[in-house]
């Protein structure tokens, strides 16, 4: 399977039938429900799916719908997913990759939808807030969510919860487990790691943002898959080396660091490097440009950055839990 992002005009006439073809089977088959599935608004959306050449299928497709069309916000809609592959989590990428093109094409913008009333707690987990009442949409009860752009100060938010949720776990780790070595990692080694690491990054941004962001490459669909593809990398029990060439964002062993003095020098130089960024990245160009070459996932955007961000340091508090564990 590919992924395909085009308009209407663009769409070979095969890529045409197997996304139509998905959606007469999910809207219209599926759901017992007659009604004209293809609308005027195919013809104004760019049209996401994954697509297998060879045969001529896909097993997820969405719409993305231009600001001022549905609503004053640009807007997914005809989300859906074969019956063979639900609950293997394409529904979830599908949609994390359609909030992506939309933060390419629309950037700063925040995204609307009419989401199916069963499906609220699914689009929560993807950052959608209610708004309204429900409403019959084809006699299937409906409801507007809006996702608001995420921007500067609400992923420096979602850093610091995620930071403060590790701290908790840190902070309750038995002594014996808090020192280790650069081979055999310790909590101190941990906190170590995730404090060279937010520096280095935040260093990085400070020296891009320097760039004209008109200037850089933008997006595409192969950046959006490198940015899901580490972002999921991390959420799982996968277990990292340090991906540098130098080794740079390993702890030495001779490293005796003062806990409570490290956790508020990282807290401080964060508060720094945001404030200073806040300044520079109003340009929203910004959020539809390559940013960052991860060393193992490749460029990625600078939502995904933060996304990566936020990431790390949870899937570092999984490592943390595992010191806890018992040895055999």
């Known amino acids: ?60 497709v969405v719409r ?27 529904g979830q990428e599908l949609m994390e990759r359609a909030i992506r093109s939309c ?14 009333q069963y499906l609220i707690h699914f689009y929560e987990g993807l950052g959608f807030e209610v708004e309204g ?15 608001p752009h995420v921007g500067l100060s609400a992923w420096e938010n979602h850093w610091d919860e995620a930071t403060n949720a590790f701290f908790s776990v840190l902070d309750a780790l038995p002594e014996d487990k808090m020192n280790g070595s650069s081979s055999v990692w ?40 490198n940015g899901w593809m580490l972002i999921q990398a991390l959420r799982s029990k996968k277990r990292w080396k340090d991906p540098t060439d130098n080794q740079s964002l390993t702890p030495s062993d001779e490293y005796n660091s003062d806990k409570d003095l490290l956790k508020k020098q990282w807290m401080d130089f964060r508060a720094q490097s945001f404030e200073a960024l806040g300044e520079i990245l109003k340009n929203p160009t910004w959020w539809s440009v390559q940013v960052f070459p991860h060393p193992v996932a490749g460029r990625i955007s600078l939502a995904d950055v933060f996304g ?9 508090i999984h490592q943390l839990h595992r010191l806890m564990e018992p040895q055999e």
């Open 186 to 225: 310790g909590g101190l080694q941990i906190l170590e790691h995730l404090v060279i690491s937010e520096r280095s990054l935040l260093t990085y941004l400070s020296k891009k943002s320097l760039a004209i962001p008109e200037e850089l490459p933008l997006t595409n669909l192969e950046t959006d898959g």
């Open 103 to 116: 933060q390419r094409h629309w950037p700063g913008q925040s995204i609307r939808i009419s989401a199916q």
């Open 308 to 316: 990566f961000g936020q990431a790390h340091i949870l899937h570092h």
């Open 133 to 147: 009442d429900g409403y019959l949409e084809d006699g299937i009860p409906h409801i507007e969510m809006l996702r």
């Open 64 to 90: 993305l719908v231009p600001p001022s069309i549905s609503y004053a916000e640009p807007s997914i809609g005809r989300v859906a997913t074969s019956i063979e592959r639900r609950g293997s989590g394409l």
């Open 1 to 60: 399977m590919i992924w395909v992002e085009k308009t209407l005009d663009e769409l070979s006439s095969r890529e045409l039938f197997a996304a139509l073809r998905l959606r007469s089977e999910v809207f219209v088959v599926e759901q017992d429900c007659v009604y004209l599935d293809l609308d005027d608004k195919d013809a104004q959306s760019i049209h996401l799916f994954n697509y297998d050449p060879k045969h001529h299928k896909s097993e997820a």
